[in-house]
Protein backbone atom coordinates (compact mmCIF):
# COMPACT_ATOMS: atom_id res chain seq x y z
CA UNK A 1 0.00 0.00 0.00
CA UNK A 2 2.40 2.50 1.34
CA UNK A 3 4.68 1.61 -2.68
CA UNK A 4 1.34 2.42 -4.26
CA UNK A 5 0.50 5.67 -2.75
CA UNK A 6 4.17 7.23 -2.76
CA UNK A 7 4.14 6.06 -6.77
CA UNK A 8 0.55 7.41 -7.57
CA UNK A 9 2.01 10.80 -5.83
CA UNK A 10 5.59 10.65 -7.52
CA UNK A 11 3.38 10.11 -11.13
CA UNK A 12 1.11 13.05 -10.23
CA UNK A 13 4.41 15.27 -10.11
CA UNK A 14 6.19 13.38 -13.09
CA UNK A 15 2.88 14.81 -14.62
CA UNK A 16 2.57 18.29 -12.91
CA UNK A 17 6.43 19.13 -14.27
CA UNK A 18 5.17 18.49 -17.65
CA UNK A 19 2.93 21.61 -17.16
CA UNK A 20 4.75 23.75 -14.49
CA UNK A 21 8.44 24.90 -13.42
CA UNK A 22 9.34 22.18 -10.01
CA UNK A 23 8.95 25.53 -7.58
CA UNK A 24 5.30 26.05 -8.51
CA UNK A 25 4.35 22.85 -7.88
CA UNK A 26 2.42 23.08 -4.95
CA UNK A 27 1.34 20.16 -2.49
CA UNK A 28 -2.46 21.22 -3.19
CA UNK A 29 -1.92 21.02 -6.71
CA UNK A 30 -0.58 17.18 -5.98
CA UNK A 31 -3.55 16.44 -3.76
CA UNK A 32 -5.51 17.82 -5.68
CA UNK A 33 -4.96 15.61 -8.54
CA UNK A 34 -4.45 12.64 -6.90
CA UNK A 35 -7.50 13.11 -4.65
CA UNK A 36 -6.05 12.89 -1.79
CA UNK A 37 -5.61 14.80 1.87
CA UNK A 38 -2.06 16.61 2.83
CA UNK A 39 -2.09 14.51 5.49
CA UNK A 40 -1.24 11.85 3.08
CA UNK A 41 0.85 13.44 1.13
CA UNK A 42 3.10 14.65 4.66
CA UNK A 43 2.91 11.00 5.85
CA UNK A 44 5.04 9.52 2.60
CA UNK A 45 7.32 12.48 1.74
CA UNK A 46 8.12 15.82 3.57
CA UNK A 47 8.93 18.46 0.54
CA UNK A 48 8.72 17.56 -3.03
CA UNK A 49 12.21 17.28 -3.31
CA UNK A 50 12.05 14.49 -1.30
CA UNK A 51 9.35 12.96 -3.65
CA UNK A 52 11.63 13.73 -6.75
CA UNK A 53 14.80 11.61 -4.64
CA UNK A 54 12.05 8.66 -4.16
CA UNK A 55 11.39 8.79 -8.03
CA UNK A 56 15.44 8.79 -8.44
CA UNK A 57 15.90 5.80 -6.25
CA UNK A 58 12.42 3.84 -7.93
CA UNK A 59 12.97 5.61 -11.83
CA UNK A 60 16.45 5.47 -12.01
CA UNK A 61 19.42 3.81 -9.54
CA UNK A 62 17.17 0.73 -9.25
CA UNK A 63 17.25 0.43 -13.55
CA UNK A 64 20.87 1.16 -13.09
CA UNK A 65 22.01 -1.74 -11.05
CA UNK A 66 24.98 -3.31 -12.95
CA UNK A 67 24.84 -6.93 -13.94
CA UNK A 68 27.19 -9.27 -12.76
CA UNK A 69 29.56 -9.50 -16.00
CA UNK A 70 28.38 -5.94 -17.47
CA UNK A 71 31.29 -3.97 -18.64
CA UNK A 72 31.91 -0.66 -18.04
CA UNK A 73 30.72 0.23 -22.01
CA UNK A 74 27.59 -1.81 -21.64
CA UNK A 75 26.84 -0.01 -18.10
CA UNK A 76 27.46 2.93 -19.38
CA UNK A 77 24.85 2.58 -22.27
CA UNK A 78 22.71 1.26 -20.02
CA UNK A 79 22.48 4.25 -18.00
CA UNK A 80 22.10 6.28 -21.69
CA UNK A 81 19.51 4.58 -22.47
CA UNK A 82 17.57 4.81 -19.06
CA UNK A 83 17.74 8.86 -19.87
CA UNK A 84 16.58 8.83 -22.89
CA UNK A 85 13.51 6.93 -21.96
CA UNK A 86 12.61 9.70 -19.61
CA UNK A 87 14.50 12.36 -21.19
CA UNK A 88 11.87 15.69 -20.74
CA UNK A 89 11.43 14.38 -17.27
CA UNK A 90 15.25 14.35 -16.66
CA UNK A 91 15.85 17.37 -18.38
CA UNK A 92 13.59 19.72 -16.74
CA UNK A 93 14.92 18.28 -13.38
CA UNK A 94 17.93 18.95 -14.35
CA UNK A 95 17.37 22.36 -15.47
CA UNK A 96 15.32 23.40 -12.30
CA UNK A 97 17.15 22.16 -9.41
CA UNK A 98 20.54 22.98 -8.42
CA UNK A 99 22.84 20.37 -9.41
CA UNK A 100 24.62 20.08 -5.49
CA UNK A 101 21.02 19.29 -4.30
CA UNK A 102 20.81 16.47 -7.28
CA UNK A 103 24.20 14.84 -6.75
CA UNK A 104 23.54 13.24 -3.62
CA UNK A 105 20.86 11.94 -5.07
CA UNK A 106 22.21 9.78 -7.59
CA UNK A 107 25.70 9.84 -6.53
CA UNK A 108 25.23 6.83 -4.19
CA UNK A 109 24.07 4.59 -6.75
CA UNK A 110 26.80 5.59 -8.89
CA UNK A 111 29.20 5.00 -7.04
CA UNK A 112 28.48 1.45 -6.08
CA UNK A 113 28.14 0.79 -9.52
CA UNK A 114 31.92 1.94 -10.38
CA UNK A 115 33.59 0.44 -7.25
CA UNK A 116 31.88 -2.73 -8.71
CA UNK A 117 33.47 -2.18 -12.42
CA UNK A 118 36.28 -1.31 -11.05
CA UNK A 119 36.87 -3.68 -8.99
CA UNK A 120 36.14 -6.19 -11.57
CA UNK A 121 38.55 -3.95 -13.66
CA UNK A 122 41.52 -5.14 -11.64
CA UNK A 123 41.92 -1.76 -9.94
CA UNK A 124 41.21 -3.07 -6.60
CA UNK A 125 44.66 -4.58 -6.31
CA UNK A 126 45.78 -0.62 -5.31
CA UNK A 127 45.89 0.57 -2.17
CA UNK A 128 42.53 1.07 -0.09
CA UNK A 129 43.10 4.91 0.08
CA UNK A 130 44.08 5.07 -3.38
CA UNK A 131 41.34 2.60 -4.61
CA UNK A 132 38.34 4.81 -2.33
CA UNK A 133 40.03 8.07 -4.32
CA UNK A 134 39.78 6.74 -7.51
CA UNK A 135 36.02 5.45 -7.25
CA UNK A 136 35.04 8.87 -5.34
CA UNK A 137 36.59 10.35 -8.18
CA UNK A 138 35.26 9.13 -10.90
CA UNK A 139 32.10 8.77 -9.63
CA UNK A 140 32.04 11.99 -9.18
CA UNK A 141 33.20 12.73 -12.76
CA UNK A 142 30.37 10.33 -14.59
CA UNK A 143 27.77 12.37 -12.15
CA UNK A 144 28.26 15.59 -13.35
CA UNK A 145 28.78 14.39 -16.98
CA UNK A 146 25.75 12.90 -17.03
CA UNK A 147 23.94 16.17 -15.68
CA UNK A 148 25.50 17.89 -18.27
CA UNK A 149 24.47 15.77 -21.02
CA UNK A 150 21.00 16.11 -19.96
CA UNK A 151 21.28 20.23 -19.25
CA UNK A 152 22.75 20.98 -22.66
CA UNK A 153 20.48 18.49 -24.22
CA UNK A 154 22.98 16.41 -25.76
CA UNK A 155 21.80 12.91 -28.27
CA UNK A 156 24.76 10.89 -28.54
CA UNK A 157 24.49 7.44 -30.29
CA UNK A 158 25.24 3.92 -29.23
CA UNK A 159 28.42 4.00 -31.43
CA UNK A 160 29.61 7.64 -30.04
CA UNK A 161 28.54 6.59 -26.53
CA UNK A 162 31.30 3.29 -27.10
CA UNK A 163 33.70 5.74 -28.34
CA UNK A 164 33.50 7.78 -25.63
CA UNK A 165 33.66 4.81 -23.03
CA UNK A 166 36.60 3.28 -24.69
CA UNK A 167 38.90 6.43 -24.78
CA UNK A 168 38.36 7.07 -21.02
CA UNK A 169 38.84 2.85 -20.20
CA UNK A 170 41.94 3.73 -22.30
CA UNK A 171 43.24 6.14 -20.25
CA UNK A 172 42.18 4.68 -17.26
CA UNK A 173 44.26 1.77 -18.69
CA UNK A 174 47.09 3.15 -19.17
CA UNK A 175 49.56 3.23 -16.48
CA UNK A 176 50.51 5.29 -14.49
CA UNK A 177 48.66 8.20 -15.14
CA UNK A 178 50.38 10.77 -12.88
CA UNK A 179 54.20 11.11 -13.36
CA UNK A 180 55.03 11.48 -9.79
CA UNK A 181 56.19 14.88 -9.03
CA UNK A 182 58.34 16.28 -6.03
CA UNK A 183 56.80 18.89 -4.30
CA UNK A 184 59.09 21.40 -2.90
CA UNK A 185 59.24 21.95 0.57
CA UNK A 186 58.71 25.81 1.61
CA UNK A 187 59.52 26.51 5.14
CA UNK A 188 57.82 29.26 6.88
CA UNK A 189 58.63 32.23 9.01
CA UNK A 190 56.89 32.90 11.83
CA UNK A 191 56.97 36.47 12.20
CA UNK A 192 56.74 38.28 15.54
Same mark, same amino acid.
Given at each position: ????? #? !? $?????? $? /??? #?? $?????????????????????????? #??? %????????? %?????????????? &????????????? /?? !???????? =?????? #????????????? &?????? !? =????SIDRQAFDFCVHFVTNS?? %? %?MLDYMYHRKHKTDGQMRAEVNSLLMLVA???????????????? &???
Amino acid at each position: MCYAT #K !R $KIADCV $K /QLM #KK $KDIRKITIQDIMDATNMSRQSFYYHF #KDI %YDVLEWITQ %YDFTDRISCEEDQT &MEEWALHVLHVLE /QE !RPFFERVV =NQIEWP #KLVPMINGPIEEQ &MRTILQ !R =NHLASIDRQAFDFCVHFVTNSYC %Y %YMLDYMYHRKHKTDGQMRAEVNSLLMLVAAQPLFCPVDVPQVQSR &MVG
